[in-house]
C-alpha cells in the first residue's frame, strides 16, 4: 500500500500509466488549484477555468497510456493548460465573430490575452499571406480595406459572384488551418 502523499510526482505518474486511480486523484489534488489559478489569469471566468481544468485531468487520465513525457510532469501540465486555454479563447473568439474572420479583432481583457491576440492575428495574417494572389486580394480589399463586394468587383474587373466566392474560399482557408492549430 502507497501513501500517496509522499511519493513524486514522478512515481505517481509511473503509477497512472498502471491504471491507478489513487495515483491520479493525488496528482488532482497537488495540481488543481495550481492550473485551476493559471487558467482563470487568463480566462478571467470561473466557470472557464473550472471547466479547462477538468478538461485537462480528462485527457490525463484518457491517455495515461500514451503519455510521453520529456520534461517534468508539471511543465507538461502547465504546457497543456495554455493550450486548453489558448483553445477557449479561440472558441470564443470564433463564436463571437460570427463566422466572420477579421484579423483586425482584438483579445485585450488582460496584457495575456493581448499577447495570444497578436500571436493569433500573426498567425491569420501568415495563412492570408499564403492564399492564392486573387483570392489574398479579394480577402485583404474586403476584410482590411473593408471595400464592398461591389467595388471589389468594379476594382478588379470581376463578378461580384466571383468576388463572393474568393472570399467564401479565403475564409474556408483561413478557418481549416486555425482548427488544425486549436486541435489537441
Known amino acids: 500500500m502507497h501513501s500517496y502523499s509522499l511519493l513524486t510526482t514522478e512515481e505517481l505518474l509511473h503509477l497512472l500509466q498502471e491504471d491507478d486511480p489513487q495515483a491520479f486523484e ?24 473550472e471547466e479547462a481544468v477538468q478538461t485537462l485531468f480528462e485527457s490525463l487520465w484518457k491517455n ?10 508539471e511543465n507538461y501540465l502547465f504546457a497543456s493548460m495554455r493550450y486548453i486555454v489558448l483553445k477557449m479563447l479561440y472558441q470564443q473568439m470564433e463564436t463571437a465573430m460570427s463566422d466572420d474572420l477579421s484579423p483586425s479583432v482584438s483579445l485585450q481583457e488582460s496584457p ?13 495574417q501568415q495563412i492570408v499571406n499564403r ?5 489574398r486580394q479579394v480577402y485583404q480589399l474586403s476584410r482590411e480595406e473593408m471595400k464592398t463586394h461591389k467595388e471589389i468587383a468594379r476594382l478588379m474587373g470581376i463578378s461580384e459572384k466571383t468576388v463572393e466566392n474568393q472570399i467564401t474560399k479565403a475564409l474556408r482557408i483561413i478557418k481549416t488551418q486555425l482548427h488544425q492549430l486549436f486541435s489537441l
Open 26 to 49: 493525488e496528482l488532482y489534488k497537488r495540481y488543481w488549484f495550481r492550473l485551476y489559478v493559471s487558467a482563470h489569469k487568463r480566462l478571467r471566468v470561473k466557470e472557464a477555468a
Open 64 to 73: 495515461r497510456h500514451h503519455l510521453h513525457i520529456h520534461t517534468s510532469l
Open 112 to 124: 495575456e490575452q493581448e499577447i495570444i491576440g497578436r500571436d493569433l492575428q500573426h498567425y491569420i
Open 131 to 135: 492564399l492564392p494572389e486573387r483570392c
